[in-house]
């Protein structure tokens, strides 16, 4: 795992040294992704610089320092991430007799690109990755991203000059970058709390799709294609559907859920398993062990909070497949003190508070190895979320009410605050007992009145109305407005997993990850997110995945040959933490700066009037509106600590 940034300048006039000069500045700010070497590569004549900072995975000599030149001499290539079938990659191209100098995945990448082409060796590739390729005779400067978006990267051209990086930061860090906000992209932030691509912060800055490619030569134009897409995915699955029964889908796919943990087990440094103790994890870590003539080391933290606190869950399961395991039980003021860092962590606002979490548990797994296995990406590709199957089920009952009297139904239960709720449920047994029921109970209300694309909206929205809290603000639809979905997938449940894998996994769930485990320089592995794992998904039919109200059938199976369903068969909870507590508490007065009316209204970017009555609200306990008040706070914390403009 890496960091990557450079630039292309068409009307360059600056001499190498310059350049090396600007591409090192550049990648210096992402020293946290690669503090073991760094490398620089320019060339005047064409304008283009490259940098790279290098955590060592596979290969750990200087053979594998980056950026690096193919044997040909034609392309020089930067790559931040892992080929994880380097070695198949490498026998493949045995033919063409390479003088291989070191054994690095990224020199197997570059030597097929010169061999095949870079699409076809991105076709070939299975990876998580983000690339930087440029063709030294054709002058022509490639970027490319992973399939599911695992690995970031942002671009942004300003005239003749277009620059690139792993984190905005990088190209934050060339003199002629502008910072301006982009008042539209804000106002999607605010309602999901998180910037779905192609859009960032910055106005004119964009992140490459994932499964993107982008190009530019000599004439300057800019062409961004795919070279993958989960829609293909989609045609393909339904064109070919798996026809087998049941069992025969669990043994296909523990075939491949093996060969995608397998793979990303490999690597030159010590590797572990973040667990939680859910069934992502659990099913990672137990195909860990059973490929591992060691114990795996596994990784969880735990609160003090009972509501929150998984750490039993996970130790549990270590001690039935007989994992190296380490728990670390946090107090609150632990939590708290990570706060303050998001903005320097993330580098852009991002409001999921599980980020406190996760940074936490991966600073703790980065003081043991250098690689850690995660079970992310499970719930979208094997339809996990109880929006899921919760919705369908009320869906059903509530389908034949008339709407007056789904409206009446939706005003009593938003009649009664949310702590209210919260307290009526206690009388359930703690296993079955929903966590933050008030809230859920509200946002179904808003969703029972509402129709399919809609009540998605909703559903996935922390803000509801966003455009009232940006000033100047248009919201802009990049997906749900996706009308060809309800031809290709019919089903609704279908419709809102393909939503969550191309919008929320790389915006929130993949950015999340990524920045936390970067943050610590622990790279971060995704099994679940194996291309050839997801297609398999999408092949099989939607009751294999969802069966009888309960997500995730299919890969349970799975699970339970290795543990059994006592262990893990509870209430789904997520990796969270009492913000709304916090916010009443000890983040009372953090909170109360940051959402000073008359700062806000200075700063003329955000509406202080809905800001302050939802605070209002939720000090008084009336609505727990944790989630729109943490947008807004992230973006205004981050603001304060990069003092950036706006533009409308």
Not at 73 to 101: M, Q, S, T
Not at 321 to 334: C, I
Request: glycine share 8%; net charge neutral; aromatic share 8%.
């Amino acid at each position: 795992m890496c960091g990557l940034a450079g630039f292309l300048h068409l009307t360059n006039r600056d001499g190498e040294k310059a350049l090396l000069a600007a591409a090192r500045r550049m990648a210096g700010t992402l020293r946290h992704r690669g503090p073991d070497r760094e490398g620089a590569w320019a060339d005047a004549s064409a304008g283009i610089a490259l940098g790279f900072r290098r955590l060592s995975i596979l290969d750990l000599s200087p053979a594998g320092d980056q950026p690096m030149i193919s044997k040909s001499g034609r392309y020089v290539l930067c790559l931040n991430g892992e080929i994880y079938n380097a070695d198949a990659l490498r026998r493949k191209l045995a033919p063409h007799a390479i003088p291989f100098r070191g054994h690095s995945d990224t020199e197997v990448l570059l030597e097929a690109i010169d061999a095949w082409g870079l699409e076809v060796a991105l076709t070939e590739a299975v990876g998580m990755f983000a690339i930087a390729l440029w063709n030294r005779e054709a002058r022509e400067l490639s970027l490319a991203r992973d399939r599911l978006g695992k690995k970031p990267l942002y671009w942004s051209q300003q005239g003749p000059l277009l620059l690139f990086g792993s984190e905005l930061r990088a190209l934050r860090a060339h003199a002629a970058f502008a910072a301006e906000i982009d008042r539209d992209a804000l106002v999607g932030f605010i309602r999901r709390g998180y910037f779905q691509h192609p859009s960032t912060v910055y106005r004119g800055v964009h992140q490459l799709p994932p499964g993107g490619m982008l190009k530019i030569g000599g004439n300057g134009q800019v062409a961004v294609q795919s070279y993958w897409t989960l829609r293909e995915v989609c045609r393909s699955a339904a064109a070919h559907p798996f026809t087998g029964a049941l069992a025969e889908a669990v043994d296909c796919l523990e075939v491949l859920l093996r060969e995608a943990v397998g793979q990303r087990m490999l690597a030159d440094v010590p590797v572990g398993a973040l667990l939680s103790g859910g069934y992502d994890s659990s099913t990672v870590v137990a195909l860990m062990q059973a490929q591992s003539n060691r114990a795996v080391r596994t990784f969880s933290i735990g609160f003090r909070e009972p509501d929150y606190d998984e750490a039993g869950h996970a130790a549990a399961v270590a001690r039935r497949l007989g994992t190296e395991h380490t728990e670390l039980v946090l107090t609150p003021s632990d939590a708290l003190a990570v706060v303050p860092k998001l903005p320097e962590i993330y580098d852009e606002p991002f409001a999921d508070s599980s980020a406190i979490p996760t940074y936490l548990v991966c600073q703790l797994a980065r003081s043991h190895v250098t690689v850690a296995l995660s079970g992310d990406g499970g719930d979208e590709v094997f339809a996990g979320y109880n929006r899921y199957a919760q919705g369908e089920r009320v869906r059903r009952r509530i389908a034949a009410l008339p709407l007056g009297v789904r409206r009446a139904l939706a005003a009593g239960m938003r009649s009664a605050p949310s702590a209210m709720w919260d307290h009526f449920a206690q009388v359930l047994p703690e296993s079955t007992r929903p966590r933050q029921i008030g809230d859920k109970i509200h946002k179904l209300a808003d969703v029972i009145t509402a129709d399919d694309e809609a009540a998605y909206l909703r559903l996935t929205s922390q803000w509801p109305d966003p455009e009232d809290v940006v000033v100047g603000g248009r919201e802009v639809r990049f997906i749900e407005a996706d009308q060809e979905l309800k031809r290709l997938l019919p089903q609704r449940v279908e419709r809102m997993q393909y939503l969550d894998t191309v919008s929320y996994l790389p915006g929130d769930i993949l950015t999340k990850v990524d920045r936390a485990s970067m943050a610590v320089s622990l790279e971060a592995r995704a099994p679940m997110l194996d291309h050839r794992v997801v297609a398999f998904a999408w092949s099989l039919p939607h009751d294999y995945k969802v069966c009888n109200g309960r997500s995730k059938w299919v890969m349970r199976q799975v699970l339970y040959r290795h543990v059994p369903p006592s262990l893990v068969d509870r209430a789904k909870s997520g990796f969270a933490v009492p913000i709304g507590d916090w916010l009443r508490g000890p983040l009372r007065d953090w909170a109360e700066d940051l959402l000073d009316a008359r700062p806000l209204k200075a700063a003329g970017i955000l509406n202080p009037d809905p800001i302050r009555r939802r605070w209002q609200e939720h000090l008084e306990g009336r609505r727990n509106w944790q989630h729109a008040l943490w947008s807004v706070l992230m973006f205004e914390a981050w603001r304060r600590a990069h003092a950036v403009g706006s533009s409308h």
